[in-house]
């Protein structure tokens, strides 16, 4: 029987880091989608004490450096996405292996001013865990910043057996490695979004539909139409209670 506390996504993740950190600049649902969105929704980080949690190879963390925040530290579940998140950000900025759904013990209470985590908490079931955690590290008053996968992108991609409630589903990506890799995940419908968030002690500040960005046309025109139409991410913002 699998064991419920190992990381559902941990064996595809390890197989795709290297994949997805060549690759996912250049995709239509990471760089011309949800990559832009995010950093739209994040804004000004100058001075800012940030957490990015589930970082995988490290864009936004490279991102959020060079856009002037004070001090950053990052994790991720799959050792070879570390590996890579470091390469790309040298030795200053601490990142580590952990999992998310377990207690983030190496940072202090009350230690950040901003928590963002890039479509990584489509891989937990409970909420509770990590929306605790960020609830925990974060200042009075900061804000969480996370992107996951759109309920009706998602519904109509996974089809699940109803929209309602938290699901297992898996899907076969191809678009980063040579061989396919099965990568497990959580459907999750809105309530089950919005619902955790409101019981970790945040206030919802805004949920933004994510849609491709204009030059994503004339790269992929069919891409381009798709995301256009169905939204794939949203980006919710909230605000630490
Ligand atoms: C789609 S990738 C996104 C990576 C990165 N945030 C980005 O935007 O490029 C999802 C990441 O979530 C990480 N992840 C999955 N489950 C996790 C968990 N339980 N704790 C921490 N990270 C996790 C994966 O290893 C992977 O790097």
Not at 77 to 98: C, D, F, H, K, Y
Not at 174 to 184: A, D, G, H, K, L
Request: net charge negative; aromatic share 10%.
């Amino acid at each position: 029987m699998a064991d419920p506390d190992r990381p559902i996504a941990l064996e595809a993740y390890e197989a795709l880091a290297d994949g997805y950190a060549a690759k996912a600049e250049t995709k239509a649902e990471n760089g011309y989608n949800e990559h832009p969105a995010i950093r739209r929704v994040i804004g000004a980080v100058t001075g800012l004490d940030v957490l990015d949690a589930g970082c995988g190879p490290g864009f936004l963390t490279r991102d959020l450096i060079a856009a002037g925040a004070s001090r950053i530290a990052a994790f991720d579940v799959s050792p070879r996405m570390v590996e890579l998140a470091r390469e790309r950000n040298g030795p200053e900025t601490p990142i580590i292996a952990a999992d998310m759904a377990k207690p983030l013990d190496w940072l202090a209470d009350a230690s950040f001013d901003l928590v963002v985590s890039s479509l990584a908490l489509d891989y937990v079931r409970d909420w509770s865990k990590p929306l605790g955690e960020f609830r925990r590290v974060l200042k009075p008053g900061g804000r969480l910043v996370f992107s996951v996968q759109h309920p009706l992108g998602s519904y109509l991609w996974f089809r699940p057996e109803t929209a309602f409630g938290v699901h297992y589903c898996e899907a076969s990506w191809r678009s980063f490695t040579e061989e396919p890799v099965i990568v497990p995940d959580y459907y999750r419908s809105f309530e089950e979004i919005v619902g955790p968030l409101l019981s970790a002690g945040f206030a919802l500040a805004g949920v933004h539909e994510t849609r491709p960005v204009p030059e994503l046309e004339q790269i992929d025109p069919e891409k381009y139409r798709r995301h256009s139409t169905i939204p794939t991410f949203m980006v919710i913002e909230a605000l630490r209670q």
